[in-house]
């Protein structure tokens, strides 16, 4: 698959097939994420790959709890109560989230990503505003991966809300403690077609020449 069509073209999937996804897939995509660039090479990142179905309800107890405090405080519960007063798309993509969530231990494959604490360097700790730093060591490892995976076939949904049932996951999952949790995947075989295009702003919204706020193009 070229490059820049995986770019464009890979979207958060939320609902599968129930096909087994193959090992070799997962290791194939696995082996190409990890040329992602991390602070000094560090390559702190750890992956716990999750199939076993005992697992895949313990992640859906952690996960769902999780999902519906996000959507009170986030007004998709109301959404999702009243669908008729708000955006169709976005309705959609709430409930699209909610089924997700719900039907989370029947998504095939569960990819927990941790990042070792020790391996990051986080030269943002000490300004006064939350860090953002930390993750830059992660999270392009998460891209490669989402882009792999892509290219294997597999639909993907990358989701932070397992983060704060960090102690949880790594009670279930026998991770130690030096590695933080960053994000969970769920990977499969994509139920819906691919979708041609996906929402997103302009370039000339978010690019700027030399100085911020002058147009680039
Ligand atoms: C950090 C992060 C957290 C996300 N959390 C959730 C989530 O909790 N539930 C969910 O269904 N999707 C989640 N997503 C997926 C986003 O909703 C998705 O990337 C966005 O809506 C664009 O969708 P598209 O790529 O299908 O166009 C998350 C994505 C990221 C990068």
Wanted: with cysteine; charged share 25%.
């Amino acid at each position: 698959m070229d490059l820049h069509e995986a770019m464009r073209c890979a979207p958060t999937s939320r609902r599968f097939k129930p096909d087994p996804v193959p090992r070799e897939m997962l290791l194939r995509a696995l082996e190409s994420a990890r040329f992602a660039p991390s602070g000094g090479n560090r390559q702190g990142w750890r992956v716990v790959v999750v199939q076993d179905a005992e697992r895949r309800v313990a992640l859906r107890g952690l996960y769902l709890p999780r999902w519906r405090a996000y959507t009170e405080l986030t007004g998709a519960a109301a959404m999702l109560a009243d669908p008729a007063s708000f955006d169709a798309a976005r309705v959609r993509m709430v409930q699209r989230a909610d089924d997700y969530a719900s039907n989370l231990h029947e998504v095939p494959v569960h990819l927990i990503l941790g990042v070792r604490l020790e391996d990051l360097a986080v030269t943002d700790a000490h300004l006064p505003r939350q860090s953002i730093v930390g993750g830059a060591s992660i999270y392009p490892f998460a891209q490669n991966l989402l882009l792999a995976l892509r290219a294997e076939g597999l639909g993907a949904a990358m989701t932070t809300l397992l983060v704060p049932a960090e102690a949880e996951v790594r009670r279930l999952l026998g991770i130690p403690e030096e590695v933080a949790l960053a994000a969970h995947i769920g990977v499969g075989y994509r139920e819906d077609p691919w979708p041609g295009r996906l929402s997103r702003r302009p370039v000339q919204e978010f690019a700027f020449s030399e100085r911020y706020g002058e147009p680039l193009l």
